[in-house]
């Protein structure tokens, strides 16, 4: 169980324009979805608080207005990559929260991999 | 080890021998630990993780370390593998949210 999809795995896309991943919890509904960003040979680095049926809560130094999350559904948020720019190209991955139970428990994706030309 | 910085540590094992990955964690708030292993394109795959009320867990093959004096988490892995060939993680969890160390690239030589 707690199986976390996205879509696509992989996509490239010209300068300025936008992208949207899927991130879809497949067997269990989570309130609290988390998208995170990694360049090569790096960490994974937090850039939002996805939280079912409210606005995202974004971290420090990550733009709001180019990185639109929705998160309509207790299986689904979206994260839409505005007006692309080469520098937007890196592996994006969600994750799930569980929404249960007394024990913290968060699923990853399998993550997205952007380029953008 | 994992250290804050912008290469990535490399570790390189005997198969069959043991390896111990280290990491030192930032916020002595985090209440929660979590080892990942990360293959190449993929995303993180949890491996073993332990509260802070803990000093030790184990899992198959896996043992987790907590050392809350000195804020540092090690994950030792027994008789390894080479289907163990990946990027380990350690992450900690503080007020919902987990920040991730650098990893360690684990190369297991045959």
């Known amino acids: 169980g707690a199986v976390v999809s996205q879509h696509p795995s992989w996509v490239i896309c010209k300068s300025g324009t936008s992208v949207k991943i899927e991130c879809r919890s497949l067997d269990f509904q989570a309130t609290t979805m988390f998208w995170y960003r990694q360049f090569p040979k790096q960490s994974l680095m937090l850039m939002a608080t996805s939280n079912e049926g409210s606005k995202a809560t974004y971290e420090q130094g990550v733009e709001k207005d180019k990185f639109l999350i929705n998160h309509a559904s207790l299986t689904l948020s979206t994260l839409t990559v505005t007006s692309a720019h080469p520098e937007d190209s890196s592996f994006y991955i969600c994750?799930?929260?569980?929404?249960?139970?007394?024990?913290?428990?968060?699923?990853f994706g399998p993550g997205t991999r952007l380029t953008v030309t | 080890g994992e250290s804050v910085g912008l290469h990535l540590p490399t570790l390189s094992v005997q198969e069959g021998d043991n390896s111990i990955i280290n990491c030192a964690y930032s916020?002595?708030?985090?209440?929660?630990f979590i080892w990942y292993k990360q293959e190449s394109g993929k995303g993180p795959q949890f491996i073993i993780d332990?509260?802070?009320?803990?000093d030790k867990r184990q899992g198959q093959r896996v043992t987790v370390l907590l050392n809350k004096t000195v804020k540092h988490l090690s994950l030792q892995i027994a008789a390894t593998q080479p289907g163990d060939s990946a990027v380990y993680f350690c992450a900690e969890n503080t007020h919902e949210k987990l920040t991730f160390g650098t990893g360690t690239r684990l190369t297991i030589i045959p």
């Open positions: 916020n002595s708030a985090s209440d929660y």
């Open positions: 994750s799930a929260r569980v929404s249960s139970g007394s024990r913290y428990e968060q699923y």
């Open positions: 332990i509260r802070s009320n803990m």
